[in-house]
Nanobody, 116 residues
Framework: QVQLVESGGGLVHSGGSLRLSCAAS????????MGWYRQAPGKQRELVAV???????TYADSVKGRFTISRDNAKNTVYLQMNSLKPEDTAVYYC??????????WGQGTQVTVSS
């Protein structure tokens, strides 16, 4: 059974940094795109950043220049380095991996709270 497990969330002051990790277990295949999404209370889930298997990255405008997505293909792990955090970054952050046949696997989410 394939699972994506996020870690690294927590409470941080405005301007601080956090690094999220998402590790895949149980998979015998390499994910295509891997990405991070977030959902704040009362809002829809939104894309934060995506990285292809070849390393091409895409970011939401709201996080460009502050967040960096990376991946370790050998470990089937994706990371999100978040710097200069703002209170509006507060959300549950979810990891997603796209299987070669197109199925989306999601993690359970990790809470990020940025205090002002």
């Amino acid at each position: 059974q394939v699972q994506l497990v996020e870690s690294g969330g927590g409470l941080v002051h405005s301007g601080g940094s956090l690094r999220l990790s998402c590790a895949a277990s149980g998979s015998i295949f390499d994910f295509n795109d891997m990405g991070w999404y977030r959902q704040a209370p009362g809002k829809q889930r939104e894309l934060v950043a995506v990285i292809t298997s070849g390393g091409t990255t895409t970011y939401a405008d709201s996080v460009k220049g502050r967040f960096t997505i990376s991946r370790d293909n050998a470990k089937n792990t994706v990371y999100l380095q978040m710097n200069s955090l703002k209170p509006e970054d507060t959300a549950v952050y979810y990891c997603k991996g796209v299987a070669p046949w197109g199925y989306d696997y999601w993690g359970q989410g990790t809470q990020v709270t940025v205090s002002s």
